[in-house]
C-alpha cells in the first residue's frame, strides 16, 4: 500500500532520521513511586509511561483467588491527555484488550504459584502517548516487578517492528504507525527468547514477518540492556549511601 506521506528521506533516513534498525531514545528510572511496592518511569521516544507494582496481596474480590496461584492483575489506562485529541478518559475496549495481554505476558514470567490466593497488581499509566505505548508500558511494568522484588524467571521485555513503505523497520514513531503497513509488537524474556506476547496490525508476507521478529527481537535485547543499567544504578546508588 502507498502511504499518503513519505516516511523515507531521499538517504533512506526516517520522518526523524534514524536508521531502519534504529530505536527512539529510551530513559528509565527506578523507584519513583514511593507508595508502590515496585516502580519504573519510562520514556520512549515521545511516550512517557510510569508502572506501578502492589502486592503480592490477598486478591479481593475473593471469588477472584486462585488457591494454586496468584492472579497478576495489569491495568494500563491511557491518560485523557495523553494523546492530541483528548482521549475519554475510563477503560475502552482498546485498553481492556492491551490490559488482558499484558497480565497473560507478566503471568508468564512471574513465580505466581509462591503466592497462591494472592494478586498482583501492575497499574500502567501512559501519560503521553506516541505508538508503541503497549512495548512501553511492558517494559515499564517489567522493570517495576524487578524493583518490587517479586519472584520472576526474567525481566520481561517488550518492542516492537514493522513495514513501511515496504521496508521491514524497528520501533514505529506515530507517523508510521498510521502511514505505514504493519506493526508487530512482541515481548520476550530475553533470557530465554521465549515469547510472552505476540500480536500483529496490517499484512505482511511470511519472509517480511521473519525479519520483523527477528528486528524486534534485537530490539528487545537492546532495551533489555537499559531496563538492566536502570535498576543496577538504582540498588548501586543504595548500597553506597
Ligand atoms: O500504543 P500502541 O502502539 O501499543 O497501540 P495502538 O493501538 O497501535 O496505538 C497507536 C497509537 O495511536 C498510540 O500510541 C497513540 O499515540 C495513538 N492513539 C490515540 O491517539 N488515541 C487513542 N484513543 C488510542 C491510540
Redesign the pocket.
Known sequence: MKPDIKLFDSDGKRLDGRKPDELREIKIEVGVLHRAEGSCYLEWGG?KAIAAVYGPREAIPRHTQNPLRAIINARYN?AAFS???R?RPGP?R?SRE?SKVISEALAKIVLTERFPRASIDVNIEILE???????AGLTAAGVALADAGIPIRDIPVAC?AGKIENQVVLDLG?DE?NHGDA?L?IAISPRTNEILLMQM?GHLTLDEFDTALELAMKGCHIVSDLQKKAILKKYQNIEEV
Open positions: 511516550n491511557m494523546v492530541e485529541d482521549k475502552d482498546r492491551i502517548a506516541e505508538a508503541g505505548t503497549r512495548c516492537a506515530k504507525d506493526d509488537p496490525d
